[in-house]
């Protein structure tokens, strides 16, 4: 059965896993953003500060028509191609950062890259969020918990190994064999294993470049649940009733909302009703018509849907 927090799955800007990203002037950014038919919530960090922006689709055009006079793009076509130049660096991609000039404290990323094979320029123009608070929220906390989740994972595996020794012990007093003797290997221990790794190079690597492993799908994942889960905790009340539509009294699970075929596309079922003459006297009323069987009309409840529904922008 899914976690709860799993099926209560909300488009939340706090979700979305950060990308590194190297700027023309060789600074370091990481950048998310959550891009809906609407418009987008950006968020940028230098390491040291926050900015982000929000944005309409209408503002959308309009920003994009002062950058591009000579391009026409529908919005979700311009809503498309920024979120792909964000889930990752972009070979051919210029990305540029500076400080917003003006009176608003801030951050401009612009991109210099190409739609339809055009020239095309774009600014995320992000300020500083009202409260700081965002620092905790997308990326103390999840970091932290991906750090004590990543540690209790290293402690199941150590358990799993210490499963597989003996079992491997137990095969080998049993007269097993192992044809190929470069497969074979001496009991795990979990000590050697972790001095090991302190010592080893590709610790060094990591301490040099830790920005580098944040475009791996995997961290990308495991930040995507810990923001969800840490998400689902705080605001355990408001989901309350979400869990109790996908969820029996028993604890079994009736699916979530989404996949399901909406009432309006529903057919209209008939219901047979018995056909009865006027109220008159038992002596005139016809036998036949109250012995006759009810009729029903036979309809499928799942129409036949259209190949496929108009594609929503993710």
């Keep these: 059965m899914a976690a709860p927090w799993r099926r209560c799955n909300r488009p939340l800007l706090e979700a979305q896993p950060w990308t590194h990203l ?13 891009f809906q038919e609407n418009g987008y919530h950006v968020m940028l960090c230098d390491l040291e500060n926050v900015w982000e922006e929000s944005v309409e689709s209408e503002d959308i055009s309009g920003r994009s028509k002062a950058l591009n006079p000579n ?13 792909s130049h964000l889930d990752v660096q972009r070979p051919g991609t210029v990305y540029a950062a500076r400080q917003q000039e003006g009176e608003t404290c801030g951050l401009v990323l612009a991109l210099s890259t190409k739609i339809s094979g055009l020239p095309y320029q774009w600014e995320f123009r992000c300020t500083e969020p009202p409260t ?3 620092k905790v929220t997308h990326l103390v906390m999840p970091l932290v918990t991906m750090a004590a ?12 190994l210490a499963k597989k020794d003996r079992e491997i012990q137990e095969l080998r007093e049993n007269r097993g064999t192992l044809r190929r003797r ?7 221990d979990p000590k050697t294993f972790t001095n090991d790794m302190s010592l080893s190079k590709d610790f060094e690597q990591v301490a040099q470049d830790p920005l580098k492993s944040l475009s791996s799908s995997d961290t990308q994942a495991l930040y995507k649940d810990t923001a969800l889960l840490l998400n689902w905790i705080t605001n355990a009340a408001d989901y309350e009733e979400e869990v109790d539509v ?7 699970t009736t699916g979530t909302w989404a996949g399901k075929i909406p009432v309006s596309l529903l057919p209209a079922v008939s219901v047979a009703t ?5 109220v008159t006297s038992p002596v005139k009323r016809p036998a036949a018509v109250m012995e006759s069987p009810t009729k029903v009309t036979k309809r499928s409840l799942f129409p036949t849907l259209p190949p496929s529904l108009p594609p929503s922008l993710s």
């Design 182 to 188: 470069n497969l074979e290997t001496g009991p795990f």
């Design 22 to 34: 190297k700027a023309a002037d060789g600074q370091d950014l990481l950048v998310k953003g959550l």
């Design 246 to 252: 996908g969820m029996m009294a028993d604890g079994s």
């Design 71 to 83: 391009v026409e793009a529908p919005t979700a076509t311009i809503l498309h191609n920024l979120a």
């Design 149 to 160: 989740e990543l540690s209790r994972r290293q402690q199941e595996l150590f358990k799993l």
């Design 274 to 278: 018995r056909t009865v003459s006027p």
């Design 132 to 134: 700081q608070n965002v």
